[in-house]
Nanobody, 118 residues
Framework: QVQLVESGGGLVQAGGSLRLSCAAS????????MGWYRQAPGKQRELVAA???????NYADSVKGRFTISRDNAKNTVYLQMNSLKPEDTAVYYC????????????WGQGTQVTVSS
């Protein structure tokens, strides 16, 4: 079994910054892609950013130039640096990881709330 533990969410004013962290632990041989998704009230969950084990990244158009995803493979941890936050970034942010053990399984964190006030 694998656990993803997120931290770093909170309340921030528009224009501010937050840094999310997500640490994976448990039965892990390796982790392929890791990513951050978000879900606002009444909306579907959407991809925010993803990063491969080799460091290739992908971003939603709405966050390009403002958010940066990174990872520490030795610590099985992924980060999301969020700058120039906007009220529309308000959502629950979820960490996702494709974990390899006996096969490959997709795991999700419990979510962390990010609220941006105007």
């Amino acid at each position: 079994q694998v656990q993803l533990v997120e931290s770093g969410g909170g309340l921030v004013q528009a224009g501010g910054s937050l840094r999310l962290s997500c640490a994976a632990s448990g039965s892990i041989f390796s982790i392929n892609a890791m990513g951050w998704y978000r879900q606002a009230p009444g909306k579907q969950r959407e991809l925010v950013a993803a990063i491969t084990s080799g460091g290739s990244t992908n971003y939603a158009d709405s966050v390009k130039g403002r958010f940066t995803i990174s990872r520490d493979n030795a610590k099985n941890t992924v980060y999301l640096q969020m700058n120039s936050l906007k009220p529309e970034d308000t959502a629950v942010y979820y960490c996702n990881a494709d974990v390899v053990w006996s096969g490959m399984v997709d795991y999700w964190g419990q979510g962390t709330q990010v609220t941006v006030s105007s």
